[in-house]
């Protein structure tokens, strides 16, 4: 009895990738893993901190730099987005998406690397074994979810019907948990591999020289290899030369000058404005029905706050003491481009409506509805002499599209939350 019960084997696995001589490349292995992990690490580590930290700065739900006026609390990611340096949100959201991009070529380096596992036989072998699948399920398609809906949403293309925040949020944590298990889990192998073959040593082996990593039972190595057509180094080349090629067809978005024409996975070919005003539009007024008879010489300012109420109209404005700055419009998509505003400051109207020091500013615009349509300042940021009411762009009017009458500028907040066409701000505690 006990002999048969010894005997007793699972059936093979059935032909194609489930057998092990189906995948035969000999550059894959646990060192070659481990190399294309750890690079797919620090890239993912930049696009993860600095997806949080945009979230911070744009999350719905934290109060003060808030599209809609709540005030959950979110715990300790509960603070005010700094106005200083300016360009803080473009530098984070510029890293946020060019280096997310440039990880692609590596992540699909690193799927190709390990794929014989996702046709590992049995398919399950003990519930450790089965507990192990479902937390890489975690991993793999949180990555692609997290890749595949910051791509599109960069493109501002939204075919989907959930919200894209909360959507590419409650991914980066599920990402994120499944990650740092996966990394604890796999730090052994990696040393041991870099123990046996090196960190970078296999890298100086040309062609001729490229062999097979020694087949191990349920390793990644090939148990029958055929002739190498690369050398590692040559497929590292060639991720590499793709990242680096779609480095320079994301980052001009962010740097601007001339390397805005080679940022060809930027959004491309939408609205923009002509003269002085010809810089990206996201939106345009008639896409949002925001009319010109709206904006017109009837248009006035509405100012809330403990004084009571006014009506300003654009001239009134204009006569005010204003303040010119160069100041970026940073967009949560990765672009960014820096203007010159004229506008009233803030804190002018702060004082004009006898806002105490710690009173938040609530906008909103002509447009009616959307989450883009209002936006709630803290008093860091309403105080910074920098942050405005603009009613001018490089010196002249600003565009209906970029928000005439009157549009907030805030230093280093997304773009987002500069709302365009001003009808109602309302101070209070
Ligand atoms: N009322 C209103 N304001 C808005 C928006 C909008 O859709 N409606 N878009 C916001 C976004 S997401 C960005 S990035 C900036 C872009 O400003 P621009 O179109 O002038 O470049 O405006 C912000 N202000
Ligand atoms: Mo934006």
Sequence with gaps: MASRLRDFRLPGPPPGPARPEFWSS????????????SLLLVLITVVTVTG?????????ALGHNALVPVS????????????????LYALNQGLHVTVGFVAVPLLLAKLWSVI????????????????????????????????VTGIINVQIFYPWHFDFVQAHYYGAVVFTASLIAHVIVKVPTM????????????LREDLAHTRPEPAEAGGLAPSAPSPPTLSRRGLLALVGGSSAGLAVMTAGQSIGGPLRQLALLAPHGGPSGSG??????????????VQTTQVGPDWRLELHGPVGTVALPRQTLLALDLHTDHLPIAC??????????TGVPLAAFA????????????????????????????????HDPRSLLALRVNGVDLSIDHGFPARIIVPALPGVHNTKWVARMTFST
């Design 276 to 289: 002085p005003n010809d810089f990206q539009v996201n939106k345009t007024a008639q896409s949002v029905g």
């Design 52 to 60: 949080f930290l945009s979230h911070a700065a744009y999350n719905p």
């Design 191 to 202: 040393r041991r591999a870099y123990r046996a073959r090196g960190v970078l040593a296999p």
């Design 351 to 382: 004082r004009m409506a006898g806002a105490r020091g710690e009173a938040t500013l609530f906008v909103e615009s002509l447009q009616r509805g959307g989450a883009f349509s209002q936006t709630t300042l803290s008093a860091e940021q309403v």
């Design 72 to 87: 959950r609390d979110v715990g300790f990611l509960r603070f005010d987005w700094p106005t200083h340096p300016s360009w």
């Design 26 to 37: 000999p550059l894959r292995g646990a060192w070659l893993t481990s190399l294309l992990g």
């Design 332 to 341: 949560v998509e990765g672009w960014s481009t820096t203007q010159r505003w």
């Design 116 to 147: 014989p596992r996702l046709f590992a036989w049995p398919p399950v072998r003990s519930p450790l074994h089965l507990l192990e699948r479902i937390s890489l399920a975690g991993l793999v398609g949180g990555a692609l979810f997290q890749f």
